[in-house]
C-alpha cells in the first residue's frame, strides 16, 4: 500500500491493493485510488503483482479488456508493467450516489492463455459543494405562530460521499429563529427553522436570513441559500402527501414524455393557504436530465433517456408546499428494469489460419470472447458451433472460448470450411449474434440418424381400415451421401403375447407407420411401437424411438340396462303405495354403457306410459317419482316404457318396460298373471284384481272398527310400502363398477325390488328385501294375504294401548 498526494491541498488519498493467490488459470487483483488523477499516474505495477516477466509482456500481447463497457480509463505500459490512467475520472458521473464504486478489468495473455480479472475502487474526495434546489426560500409565517413551532427547510444536495457529503447547516444570527438538525432514514441529514421568539408583523414584515450547508471534506466546502419570511396571518396546516414513499417500477427505453408516477399532497387549509405546489427538493444531477414534475399536479413525467446500463435505481425527493411556505417532503424510489436490447458481441481475439492439415485432435483454431451489456438473464450468453464440422466450442475462462478440432484434418478431401459461431442472451425475445470464419475439415460416418422429436404420439380410431396410416417418424443424419442414408424398421416386441408385426408395419424409407388390423377400443386402449433408424455406413449408427399409439373410442355400444332385467329374464314388478305425494321416489333405472368419455353419458326418457301425466324420470339419475299426487281414480297398474340414450354422435340408445302396482297393502291384491299379456285377459284379470282388493279391505276395514270401538284407541295401518326401493345385488354384474355420471347407480340409494318370476303361469311373487310384508320366492299372494291378516289379529289382541 502507498499513499499519493493529488493536489496542493493536502487531500491524501489512500491507494491500496489486494493480492490473492495465483492459480494456473487467474490471478484477482485490487487497487484502490482517488478520483480526478491525472492521465499518466500509476495505479500499480501488474507485472511485479503477478510475479510476470516484464520482457515477456509484449511477447505474450498483454492488453486490458473491459467488461460490458467501450470505454476505457486505464491501460498497461508493457515495457514497465504499470497500470496507468488514460482518461481522468470522474467517480460522481461514473457511479452516481453509490457508496461503493468498482470498476472491473481484465489482463488477457496469450501463449499460454491466461486471464487475469483486476478490479480497480474509486475513492471520492470532495471535488463537489452543496448546493440547494432554490436559491431563495420563501415562507409566509403568521405573525400569531407560536414558539417553537418548526419550519422544514430545503435538503441541500452534495454529489460526493461518505464525509464529503452533506454533514450540517448554519443559519444567520437573528432574534427570532433557531435551527434543528435532523437525520432522516437514510442517513441524509436536513434541517428545520424553529421560531424561538414570537413575531410582531407590526414591526417585522419581512425577514431574510441566510442558510448555509456544509460538508465534512477537507478542505469544506459549503453552499448557501436565502431564506425569505413574509410575516402574515396564521397558515397552520402542512401539506400531507397520500404516501411517504412512491415506489415505481419502469423499463428502460421508456419512450419521452410517458408517466411515471403522479404525487399528491392535500392541504386542510383555504384559500391561497391550501394551494399547493410541487417541486423536486432532492434530486441528483442525472435524475434531473431524465425526469420532471408538472408543479401544479405532481405528475412526473420521463424527459430524458433511461438507460439501465447506465444505472438501475433513481431516489427522489418531492416537496410539496402551500401558498405562505408551509412544505412537506416524500420519497420516490424508482427500479429501472432491464430490457434485452443490447445484442452479444462475439470478438475474435486470435486465429490460425490456415491450420496444417496434419494438426492433431484437439488444436487450437481461434480463440473467441462473448460480451453482452444486459444484465441478469438477458446477460447470459450461450454460445453454439454450426452442426456437421468437426469442431467444437471449448468454455475457457469466463466468457472466453477456444475452437479445437475433434478429429484429423484431411486437405485432400475436403479443402475449406465456413464454421459458424452463434451466440444467443438468455432475453425474451433472447438477441443473438453470429460470426463466420474459414477453415479446412472433412466427413467421417461419426453421426447417428437423430429423430426429429424425442418421442412421438399418435392417435387412431377404433374400427379403424387395416392399412391405414397411424403415424410418421422422421431421423435426420448430417453426414453425407451413404452416411446420411436412414432407413426405418421395427424392433420386434409383443403385445399382449401377440408379436407386434400383427399390429402394424413400417415404411422403410419415408418411416410412415400402417395399422395391419382393426382395432377395438374395449380390448386395449394403447400401445408403445419402438423403431428403429439405422444408416448406410460402415459400420452403420442406429437409434431408435417411442412411438405411444393412443386408440381413440367410437360410440359403437349402444347403452346396456341392468335395472329392470330385460322380458327376456323375468318380469319386475313394484308397488306403489296410494299415498304416495308428488315427488316421491318408486323407482329407478340402472344402465351402463361401454364406452366412454360423451360416448357413455346417458340420459333416460320416459316414451310410454299408462298415465302420461302421473310420472316422470330423472334426465341424467333415472329416478323414478310421482309427478302429482297418487289418487283413488289412478289405475292400479302402471306401464311405464322408457328409453336409455347415450350422448355419443350419432347416439344409441335402449329401452326398458317398468311395471308399477299401485296399493297400500298385499292384501289388497289378488293374483297376478304376467301384466303384458293379451288386452282381453288382463281386462279380466283385472276386474278379478278389483273385486277381490275391495272384498279384502271391507274385511280388514270391518275388523279394525270392531277392535277400535273396542279399545277406543285408532291405529294407523302400516303400510307396506315405505317409498324406497331396494336393487337385488343380483341385478348389477360384477364387471361394473360404480363411475360418476355413466348411469351405474350411487350406492346411497336404498330400495325394495319387488320381482315376479317371469312366467305368465306362475304366481305373483317377491324377491326377498328388509321388509318384513315384502312377499318371499315361492309364495302367493293368498298365502300372504291369510298369513298378514293372522299376525294383524293376533297384533291387536297383544299389544293393547300399543302404539306401531
Not at 403385445?495 to 415404411?507: A, E, K
Not at 326418457?605 to 302429482?628: N, Y
Not at 272384498?695 to 284407541?713: D, N, P
Request: glycine share 6%; with cysteine.
Amino acid at each position: 500500500m502507498r499513499m499519493e498526494t493529488i493536489s496542493s491541498s493536502s487531500i491524501l488519498c489512500r491507494l491500496a491493493w489486494v493480492f490473492i493467490i495465483i492459480h494456473a488459470v487467474r490471478t484477482d487483483l485490487s487497487y484502490t485510488f482517488p478520483e480526478e488523477t491525472k492521465q499518466q499516474y500509476v495505479i500499480g505495477n501488474i507485472a511485479k503483482d503477478l510475479g510476470l516477466d516484464v520482457k515477456r509482456l509484449s511477447a505474450r500481447k498483454a492488453r486490458i479488456e473491459t467488461e460490458g463497457s467501450t470505454k476505457r480509463y486505464c491501460d498497461i505500459n508493457l515495457n514497465s508493467g504499470n497500470l496507468l490512467v488514460t482518461e481522468t475520472i470522474d467517480r460522481e458521473k461514473l457511479c452516481g450516489s453509490k457508496i461503493s464504486c468498482i470498476y472491473n478489468y481484465e489482463l488477457v495473455l496469450e501463449n499460454p492463455l491466461e486471464v487475469h480479472r483486476i478490479s480497480l475502487q474509486i475513492e471520492d474526495i470532495n471535488d463537489n459543494a452543496p448546493r440547494f434546489p432554490n436559491n431563495r426560500i420563501m415562507f409566509d409565517i403568521n405573525e400569531l405562530a407560536y414558539k417553537g413551532k418548526r419550519f422544514p427547510l430545503d435538503e441541500a444536495h452534495d454529489s460526493d460521499i461518505g464525509q464529503n457529503a452533506v454533514q450540517g447547516y448554519l443559519l444567520e444570527r437573528n432574534a427570532h429563529f433557531v435551527l434543528s438538525i435532523k437525520e432522516n432514514a437514510d442517513g441524509g441529514k436536513y434541517a428545520e427553522l424553529i421560531l424561538d421568539k414570537e413575531l410582531d408583523r407590526e414591526q417585522t414584515k419581512e425577514i431574510d436570513l441566510i442558510f448555509t450547508a456544509i460538508d465534512g471534506g477537507t478542505p469544506q466546502r459549503s453552499g448557501t441559500a436565502l431564506i425569505h419570511i413574509n410575516v402574515l396571518d396564521a397558515n397552520d396546516n402542512t401539506p400531507v402527501f397520500s404516501q411517504s414513499v412512491y415506489k415505481v417500477t419502469l423499463a428502460e427505453n421508456t419512450p419521452l414524455g410517458a408517466e411515471v408516477v403522479t404525487v399528491s399532497a392535500t392541504d386542510a387549509d383555504e384559500g391561497v393557504n391550501g394551494e399547493v405546489s410541487y417541486e423536486f427538493s432532492r434530486i441528483s444531477d442525472t435524475a434531473a436530465n431524465i425526469f420532471s414534475i408538472d408543479k401544479t399536479t405532481g405528475y412526473i413525467t420521463v424527459k430524458g433517456n433511461i438507460d439501465y446500463e447506465e444505472e438501475s435505481t433513481y431516489e427522489l425527493r418531492v416537496q410539496a408546499k402551500d401558498g405562505p411556505g408551509l412544505a412537506s417532503t416524500a420519497k420516490i424510489i424508482i427500479d429501472i428494469t432491464d430490457v434485452n436490447d443490447n445484442s452479444p458481441k462475439i470478438i475474435l481475439k486470435s486465429l490460425n489460419d490456415p491450420i496444417p492439415e496434419n494438426s492433431v485432435k484437439g488444436s487450437e483454431v481461434a480463440l473467441i470472447n462473448v460480451q453482452d451489456n444486459d444484465s441478469g438473464d438477458n446477460q447470459k450468453v450461450r454460445c453454439s458451433i454450426q452442426e456437421n464440422v468437426p469442431f467444437q466450442l471449448n468454455p475457457s475462462i469466463k466468457n472466453y472460448f477456444s475452437i479445437v478440432t475433434t478429429s484429423l484434418l484431411d486437405r485432400e478431401r475436403t479443402s475449406d470450411y465456413n464454421i459458424t459461431i452463434t451466440a444467443t442472451d438468455g432475453g425474451s425475445p433472447p438477441l443473438s449474434t453470429s460470426m463466420t470464419f474459414h477453415l479446412s475439415v472433412s466427413d467421417i460416418n461419426d453421426n447417428p440418424p437423430v429423430f426429429e422429436q424425442l418421442s412421438y404420439t399418435a392417435y387412431v380410431a377404433e374400427n379403424n381400415k387395416p392399412g391405414t396410416s397411424i403415424s410418421s417418424v422422421i431421423a435426420r443424419d448430417p453426414d453425407w451421401r451413404q452416411n446420411g442414408t436412414v432407413l426405418y424398421s421395427l424392433v420386434p416386441s409383443e403385445i399382449n403375447g401377440v408379436p407386434l408385426s400383427s399390429f402394424v408395419s413400417i415404411n422403410s424409407d419415408t418411416g410412415v407407420i400402417h395399422a395391419v388390423r382393426s382395432f377395438d377400443y374395449e380390448k386395449f386402449r394403447d400401445f408403445k411401437v419402438l423403431v428403429a433408424a439405422r444408416d448406410n455406413g460402415s459400420p452403420p449408427l442406429s437409434s431408435n424411438v417411442t412411438v405411444s399409439v393412443f386408440i381413440s373410442d367410437e360410440n359403437d355400444n349402444a347403452p346396456q340396462i341392468l335395472y329392470p332385467a330385460s322380458e327376456g329374464k323375468s318380469l319386475m314388478t313394484e308397488m306403489v303405495p296410494k299415498t304416495a305425494l308428488s315427488g316421491s321416489l318408486l323407482s329407478k333405472v340402472i344402465a351402463v354403457d361401454a364406452d366412454s368419455g360423451q360416448n357413455a353419458w346417458l340420459s333416460y326418457q320416459i316414451v310410454k306410459s299408462t298415465d302420461p301425466g302421473l310420472f316422470t324420470i330423472g334426465l341424467h339419475s333415472g329416478e323414478i317419482r310421482a309427478q302429482r299426487d297418487i289418487t283413488e281414480s289412478d289405475s292400479m297398474k302402471q306401464n311405464l316404457v322408457i328409453s336409455v340414450k347415450d350422448n355419443g354422435q350419432p347416439p344409441l340408445s335402449a329401452t326398458c318396460s317398468v311395471y308399477l302396482l299401485i296399493s297400500d297393502n298385499l292384501a289388497e291384491v289378488p293374483e297376478l298373471k304376467d301384466m303384458t299379456y293379451e288386452e282381453s285377459n288382463s281386462k279380466l284379470t283385472f276386474y278379478l284384481i278389483i273385486a277381490l282388493v275391495s272384498v279384502s279391505t271391507f274385511f280388514l276395514t270391518f275388523i279394525i272398527l270392531i277392535l277400535a270401538v273396542r279399545f277406543c284407541h285408532r291405529r294407523k295401518p302400516r303400510l307396506l310400502f315405505d317409498g324406497a326401493v331396494a336393487i337385488p345385488s343380483a341385478y348389477l354384474p360384477p364387471n361394473y363398477a360404480e363411475v360418476e355420471g355413466a348411469g351405474t347407480l350411487r350406492s346411497s340409494y336404498n330400495y325394495d325390488t319387488y320381482l315376479t318370476t317371469g312366467s305368465r303361469t306362475s304366481d305373483f311373487k317377491f324377491i326377498t328385501s328388509y321388509n318384513d310384508t315384502t312377499l318371499t320366492a315361492g309364495e302367493t299372494l293368498e298365502k300372504v294375504k291369510n298369513e298378514t291378516l293372522s299376525a294383524s289379529l293376533i297384533t291387536l289382541n297383544t299389544g293393547e294401548g300399543h302404539e306401531d
